[in-house]
């Protein structure tokens, strides 16, 4: 079979150039008569590599110089507890936007490490719009805010970061970092895993204002510590090199293919003919989500008439659209469309939906 | 360049066959049209691949049904934490080998979660022996003994597992596992970054007898317990998917060559060549390592001459024997020699040597 269309959440397609120029590399790199994966972390052609990669993802992100850039390992489930492991200090406490399931395992986690104060919630709309703001309830002696700028399984995305004054704000930014450009300025903490937008899983990466690090308490575990990751320059121990190596190609191509600026426009476009198709369907399929927060990553959509589930995962496969199936708490179908998803994807994808309506509508 | 001899500690050679499966394999996987990098980790495709590393490799470590196979991240320095806040329940005091560089990492970790009694410690030695067995201080009240079979920056090695009794026995098998066939059910845990004698780093790779699975106490991150790790098979957050499966190629290519019993053949005879290289060359080479515990897989050497050491090295990498030089703490040079690097290897660097000697002593 030739390539498909995988419009899985993640781990999620990459960019083919991307994949062709790992395996042209694979067994050789740069006549270096091994491959990235063999290569000492701390020998001069890895550092190489790791170098160009963060240096890459400073200029694709614009990362002001007071940032920090870490390439750490356990995914986004870590960052929920280093987060609070590091900054809540002796204040020990911090809010939380609770707008999705990936907000909810951020809270339950943090809940460990002090108390978490609900800034606002849309748990009783069932996580299918961003609270109105006038409702926010935002303390000015948090520690720090946490939020979720686009919630992978329920499709819902902010319009815009909360303004926290001097509070740090923190964001799992796993499934929309790098889809458009973002003012890191007014982070404290950017965290996401790698395996949406950026590269393989068990990658995952930090940027941290660099006030922000060095103030993990007593017990905290050495890996979880930011400031021993920053001090080792992401070498405290053996970092996951090819995961950085494949990062480091996903940033060299979005800086070959115009950036964020770029991103964001055929990102929009993509998502916007998508969300057309469902709402241009009469009801034939739907998408729940508040219309300022659909995410542009991820669009779910449920049939009217959910017998034909199975009949339209089966036809999509056999056009070759594949991991379609919504999340198990949402049901219906999800199709994430990160960057590496080409528009002739989506096209692809809503000309399937459109035959399959008029084959059973 | 053609493929080199490549003699790093760690990210380490991987076998050439595993590396052009994985090339091959690279953009379509078994017709999936996806690489294994893009898979779902819940899709039918990563599942078998998954199920397949598993079965692999406890047959060829011919590990017990009683014994969880878990596929982690973070690498042994996470293990550090997660062993005492899983292990240490209320006798908050546990029994640590100070056999290296490794050990002491160990100790340090585990000092914050509980009291580390010191059972040996070849400290004083600079860690050139295992300490008598008659002298060794086991307590029947700790909550484990920990030890590291393989010293890797040391070049040290125990000959057997130290009994225990009932106390379960914790082993960092970094660098040792899968060398040669070990009794799985003399250990309560086995731990191992995979970088060195498995696959790609950023995989961790723990065997767990059950009953010790379920212990952690409450204030442990989510990512540490090794319960909820287990419950969802390795799948409470995205695992280092690809990582998985270039494992699962090794423990493939494992089982096509003759699994343990053959590698340990082979260790063994590379090993004792090497070695014999050094003894025999009147003191121009030398290790410092009691014998009976001399490395398998990381044979440290220094010159008596330390001033040719960098002429050593580049005639070496000239020769395409790279990543020769040794750890800065020990200084001179080493060279890990895991299952991946064949005699031939082993064999060229020999001749390598002897011939720098014929033009140098």
């Given at each position: ?26 067994t050789d790199w740069h006549g270096s008569g091994m ?327």
């Amino acid at each position: 079979m030739s390539r498909i269309y995988n419009f899985s959440a993640g781990p999620a397609t990459l960019p083919l150039a991307v994949l062709e120029q790992a395996q042209q590399e694979m067994t050789d790199w740069h006549g270096s008569g091994m491959s990235v994966m063999e290569m000492s972390h701390r020998g001069k052609e890895f550092i190489s590599i790791a170098e160009k990669a963060e240096a890459d993802l400073r200029e694709v992100m614009n990362i002001p110089e007071h940032y920090k850039v870490l390439f750490l390992q356990g995914g986004a489930s870590s960052q929920f507890a280093m987060v609070p492991l590091n900054l809540m200090g002796k204040a020990r406490k911090a809010d939380y936007f609770d707008t999705g399931a990936w907000s909810a395992k951020a809270i339950k986690e943090a809940a460990r490490y002090g108390h978490v104060n609900i800034v606002a919630s849309s748990k009783e709309q069932s996580y299918t719009t961003i609270p109105d703001r006038a409702l926010w309830e935002l303390n000015e002696d948090a520690a720090y805010v946490h939020f979720t700028p686009n919630e992978t399984i329920g499709g819902l995305e902010f319009d815009t970061e909360p303004e926290t004054g001097d509070v740090p704000l923190v964001a799992d930014m796993s499934s929309s970092i790098l889809s458009r450009p973002i003012d890191v300025d007014k982070y404290g903490i950017i965290y996401a895993g790698a395996q949406k937008n950026i590269g393989p899983a068990g990658l995952t990466i930090a940027i941290i204002r660099e006030d922000l690090v060095g103030h993990a308490g007593p017990n905290t575990p050495a890996m979880m510590d930011y400031a021993i990751h920053d001090k080792a320059e992401s070498m405290y121990n053996t970092p996951p090199t090819y995961g950085w190596y494949i990062a480091g190609l996903v940033f060299d191509w979005l800086l070959k293919n115009g950036g964020l600026t770029a991103m964001a426009e055929v990102n929009e476009r993509k998502a916007t003919a998508l969300y057309d198709c469902v709402d241009n369907s009469g009801s034939f399929y739907s998408n729940p989500i508040d219309k300022p927060y659909r995410s542009w990553m991820n669009v779910p959509f449920i049939m009217a008439d959910s017998s034909l589930d199975a009949a339209f995962l089966a036809g999509a496969a056999e056009a070759g659209l594949v991991q379609l199936k919504g999340h198990r708490s949402v049901g219906g179908m999800r199709a994430s469309i990160y960057n590496a998803m080409p528009e002739e994807g989506v096209q692809a994808l809503i000309s399937y939906m459109q035959d399959f309506q008029q084959k059973n509508g």
